[in-house]
């Protein structure tokens, strides 16, 4: 294999060997428990709502944007999911879908109709959306109601994997066909690439923009609701740094963040990639041959990400000099 065919594998599949080298470390490391069963289940049903998060993201991203409201979205659609959930399981989910969709429609506004900094106005509705998750729960935990059903989704599964986490695998194929098939996951993709180039070309790009950042935030909801339903309750602090876990997850699995250039299945490695390096963590804390504080986990994921982003613009750079002029 040439050096630029293994620059290439690199670029596009750096995350996905990651992620089997590190399954198969700890499948030999840590044996069974490490491979089968309770955490295997555990894993996937809490990467659900990572997931659902990194996947609105990624769109988000690959316009050129940011979206640093997903996690105060998530606690304002867990609070508004808990204290509907005497309602059901549908009516509080589609009520944590409507706050996060009305939360992203407010950036999608502003960033599309009047053309205002994505950082600012994403940071400004991260304030916003956190202040009234506090509001609705009264800076308590909300507590959701069991008697009609809504905390047993958190403990349903179909051939032994959580439930939440097939809807989100297939929330994930819908997103990858629409990147690849559709009208719209062109006009992503062309007004990341370059945004004037798009808008002389005739292409909708306010419409598109103000599209993925309401796909965000209604993700960021379901996610808030899907904590909600797992947990039995939601603290009004919750989600918070999810954005950067999102972010991370969308660059490791090769999303560029100036835009124009994303993996939907990339940015869903990203995620498994992420948590399993904590996962590593804890079963190796649980050897107890040397200790890891959860606090490191935070400084292992900053340097991974770190050392992802150098080799992503490494690689870049010398794609761009070995292309023919």
């Not at 049903?45 to 996690?71: E, H, N, P, R």
């Not at 399981?89 to 409507?98: D, H």
């Not at 996060?100 to 999608?108: E, K, Q, S």
């Not at 916003?128 to 047993?152: E, K, M, N, Q």
Request: with cysteine; charged share 10%; hydrophobic share 60%.
């Amino acid at each position: 294999m040439s050096t630029r065919s293994l620059a290439r594998l690199l670029q596009q599949q750096g995350a996905l060997i990651a992620l089997v080298a590190l399954v198969v470390f700890g499948a030999l490391r840590y044996g069974e428990n490490f491979a089968t069963g309770f955490n295997v289940q555990s894993v996937l049903a809490d990467d659900a709502k990572y997931a659902l998060v990194a996947l609105g993201m990624c769109f988000v991203i690959m316009t050129g944007g940011i979206d640093l409201s997903v996690g105060s979205v998530v606690a304002l659609g867990g609070v508004v999911a808990a204290q509907l959930s005497g309602a059901g399981l549908l009516p509080a989910m589609l009520a944590a879908l409507a706050v996060g969709a009305a939360v992203g429609a407010v950036n999608g506004v502003l960033v599309a109709r009047y053309r205002l900094a994505p950082f600012l106005v994403t940071l400004a509705t991260l304030l916003v959306a956190r202040g009234l998750a506090l509001y609705l729960a009264d800076a308590r935990s909300a507590v959701a109601d069991p008697s009609a059903g809504f905390t047993d989704f958190g403990a349903w599964r179909l051939f032994g994997v959580p439930v939440a986490f097939w809807l989100v695998a297939a929330l994930f194929a819908l997103g990858a066909l629409a990147l690849h098939s559709t009208d719209f996951g062109r006009n992503v993709l062309a007004t990341g690439g370059n945004e004037e180039a798009a808008r002389l070309m005739g292409l909708p790009v306010d419409r598109t923009k103000f599209a993925v950042y309401v796909l965000s935030g209604a993700l960021a909801g379901i996610a808030g609701a899907f904590l909600a339903a797992q947990s039995a309750s939601v603290d009004a602090a919750a989600g918070q740094g999810w954005e950067l876990t999102a972010i991370a997850a969308v660059v490791v699995g090769g999303t560029l963040l100036t835009g124009g250039v994303g993996s939907v299945f990339g940015t869903l490695v990203g995620v498994l990639l992420l948590q399993l390096i904590f996962n590593l963590i804890v079963f190796e804390n649980s050897r107890g041959g040397i200790q890891i504080s959860s606090y490191w986990e935070s400084v292992i994921r900053g340097a991974f990400l770190l050392a992802v982003v150098l080799l992503q613009v490494r690689l870049t750079r010398r794609g761009r000099t070995s292309a023919p002029a």
